[in-house]
């Protein structure tokens, strides 16, 4: 059984419709992966529903953690999955945080939530696998924790674990022909190399039920996805004030006063401001004429009393993360089924 070189999936000539065809079992890539690398453009919008992988052996887990991610950092108990495992946390997509942000704080943060919950990472390193920061000493780091197993990196779909898998094998002058990008759940076969006295495996991405993928197509969400430093949008709002997060979701401002709220987006997603609709009419009539990207089907509200000082994120799917201080009400109005999270903010 051949597998495709892209993206890992065991190549068919059978059904065009189906994932990892090829008109030939001659060639390398699929058709997917082939339009993709050559192309820029995705015909089959299957999302691989991929789970955490299986790891039997005593191994070294890099878990790769997005920024974009922040709002599901412990979802998931790596203790549990991997019990005899040690386990290295990497932040990835760094260089789309601003400059200001205090990276030492949010790692303090981390550990602290992390420790409450009796989870243990040896290390936490910020990374940019795109601008090949900080990979040198994550190499380090993987070098001092081997201690001759296999490294696993394991994490969410579009969190970057391919294209970080290809700096690290760079650095060590070995070429790999593993595909990375914004389709999420891209690789979908392991990826093994030799590393040190062992390998390294790229496994497939963990499945994030309530995508932005799901409801638009790869061409809308490729270009809504943050990959590039991001300067919030910053809206001083009254109580009774909406924004419009182009035709995907709206956040509305109910209660707390007159209040600062940091938008954070990609610089192709449309913001508008406008006075509260509580039926939402206005929205759903206008969304088509007003943005390029809109979302057809049916939305619901969901409402929050936040309290405290302390400043929380609201995070729709991982194409907008929302940041205000203090106690309010808010409302996000957003697809049935579109992931929408509040937890603590991170920056």
Do not use: W
């Not at 981390?110 to 919950?117: D, G, H, K, T, W």
């Not at 990196?153 to 690290?168: A, D, H, M, W």
């Amino acid at each position: 059984m051949k597998k495709c070189n892209g993206c890992g999936i065991i190549l068919q000539s059978d059904s065009e419709q189906a994932l990892g065809y090829v008109k030939s079992l001659d060639h390398d890539l699929c058709m997917d992966c082939f339009n993709l690398k050559h192309y820029q453009k995705v015909k089959n919008q299957t999302i691989i529903k991929g789970d955490m992988p299986y790891v039997k052996e005593e191994a070294l887990i890099v878990y790769v953690l997005s920024v974009n991610h922040l709002s599901l950092r412990l979802k998931y108990r790596l203790d549990r999955h991997f019990p005899n495992s040690k386990s290295i946390l990497v932040l990835n997509h760094l260089d789309t945080l601003e400059k200001s942000v205090n990276v030492n704080r949010m790692i303090h943060k981390i550990r602290e939530e992390a420790n409450v919950l009796k989870m243990r990472f040896e290390e936490i390193i910020p990374v940019s696998a795109l601008q090949n920061y900080n990979i040198d000493l994550l190499i380090q780091t993987l070098n001092y924790y081997q201690n001759h197993h296999n490294i696993y990196l394991v994490g969410f779909q579009n969190s970057g674990k391919s294209l970080l898998f290809k700096r690290i094998l760079e650095k060590q002058h070995v070429e790999t022909t593993v595909l990375s990008g914004k389709k999420p759940g891209l690789t979908q076969g392991t990826f093994e190399m030799p590393y040190q006295d062992k390998l390294i495996i790229d496994t497939p991405g963990i499945f994030l039920e309530g995508g932005i993928a799901e409801f638009l197509p790869y061409e809308s969400y490729k270009d809504l996805a943050i990959e590039t430093r991001v300067k919030p949008t910053i809206y001083q709002l009254n109580e009774g004030q909406s924004v419009y997060l182009d035709g995907i979701a709206v956040f509305s401002y109910l209660e707390g006063g007159f209040k600062g709220i940091s938008f954070y987006t990609s610089s192709k997603m449309n913001l508008h401001r406008t006075k509260y609709d509580e039926t939402y009419l206005k929205f759903e009539t206008r969304k088509n004429a007003l943005f390029n990207n809109s979302i057809e089907t049916e939305f619901k509200k969901h409402k929050f009393k936040l309290k405290g000082h302390q400043k929380m994120e609201i995070a729709i799917a991982d194409v907008a993360f929302i940041h205000l201080s203090g106690e309010a009400t808010v409302e996000i109005y957003a697809p049935v089924g579109l992931r929408v999270t509040v937890v603590e903010a991170l920056y």
